[in-house]
């Protein structure tokens, strides 16, 4: 045989056997070692629920469109943040991003009603409240009774009361005199 081909024959297979003996050695170095980890550790969202609020009047319970529902939740005293979300015209307003588990304090504000605000303990995943909406009282005095009284004031925009002047009386003419002439 040539040296060329001899050396193909055994050049090669040489060659191979020395690749997989360092990458054998390299694996086997390798397996004590714990794999190098890099950036963030996964951390998994909490569970949330499914929460809707259903906005009507007390006094003939239509929906109310357009209210704002502000909920404000807490979780093992810490504050979570706030967020808004209008009544569509149904008067429902849906949200799924509160966790499981939380405190939510939801606050409705709606034109021509009074500001409605209560807790609600949220440990299911589906969750539906309902909220009636009341017309503004009188405050509450301790001097008078007006509890359950309307409010004075009416929804919408109020302008300032102003004091009426008296109109000048005309003067009559003197007698004597004609108003007409001649």
């Known amino acids: 045989m040539s040296y060329m081909r001899l050396h193909r024959l055994i050049g090669l297979p040489l060659t191979l056997l020395c690749c997989f003996s360092l990458a054998s050695s390299h694996l086997a170095l390798g397996q004590d070692d714990a794999p190098a980890r890099r950036g ?9 629920s499914h929460i809707v609020v259903m906005v009507t009047k007390k006094a003939n319970g239509k929906p109310i469109s357009n209210a704002a529902v502000v909920f ?5 005293g810490k504050d979570i943040g706030n967020l808004e979300v209008k009544t569509d015209p149904d008067g429902k307003a849906t949200i799924d991003v509160i966790p ?3 405190t939510v304090r939801v606050q409705v504000i709606a034109n021509g009603f009074a500001t409605f605000a209560e807790d609600y303990q949220i440990n299911e995943p589906s969750r539906e409240i309902a909220i009636i909406m009341l017309r503004p009282q009188e405050q509450i005095s301790a001097y008078e009774e007006n509890h359950g009284k309307a409010s004075g004031r009416t929804a919408g925009v109020q302008e300032p009361i102003k004091p009426v002047t008296p109109a000048k009386p005309a003067t009559a003419p003197a007698p004597g005199s004609s ?4």
């Open 179 to 182: 108003a007409t002439s001649k």
């Open 40 to 48: 963030r550790k996964y951390k998994a969202p909490p569970e949330t």
């Open 100 to 102: 499981t588990g939380s």
């Open 72 to 76: 404000n939740p807490t979780k093992d």
